[in-house]
Nanobody, 127 residues
Framework: QVQLVESGGGLVQAGGSLRLSCAASGRTFSTYPMGWFRQAPGKEREFVAAISWSGGGKTYYRDSVKGRFTISRDNAKNTVYLQMNSLKPEDMGLYYC???????????????????WGQGTQVTVSS
């Protein structure tokens, strides 16, 4: 069983920055791709960013966050990060990290490809 715990959310003004963290349990963290998703009230959960297993060298972003968000991982700390800059009100939502089910995978934007999810951390952006 893998546990994922997100942190780092909060209230920020438009144009500000936040860094989300997701700490994972287990010894195989480096061998799995990780992703970030978000869900705004009344909307479906959507893909934000993904990073391949530690040897894959790939990252993926939804178009609306490219150039503003950066996903990274620290395998020594079993942690994946999402650095969010130039935040906009439309970035607001509950942010989840998730582990993709494919060992040595390159990452996915499809939520059904992920088998473990955290509880989420709230991001609020004031205009």
């Amino acid at each position: 069983q893998v546990q994922l715990v997100e942190s780092g959310g909060g209230l920020v003004q438009a144009g500000g920055s936040l860094r989300l963290s997701c700490a994972a349990s287990g010894r195989t963290f480096s061998t799995y791709p990780m992703g970030w998703f978000r869900q705004a009230p009344g909307k479906e959960r959507e893909f934000v960013a993904a990073i391949s297993w530690s040897g894959g060298g790939k990252t993926y972003y939804r178009d609306s966050v490219k150039g503003r968000f950066t996903i990274s991982r620290d395998n020594a700390k079993n942690t994946v990060y999402l650095q969010m800059n130039s935040l906009k009100p439309e970035d607001m939502g509950l942010y989840y990290c998730a582990r993709e089910r494919t060992m040595y995978g390159l990452g996915s934007a499809i939520s059904n490809d992920y088998d473990y999810w955290g509880q989420g951390t709230q991001v609020t952006v004031s205009s």
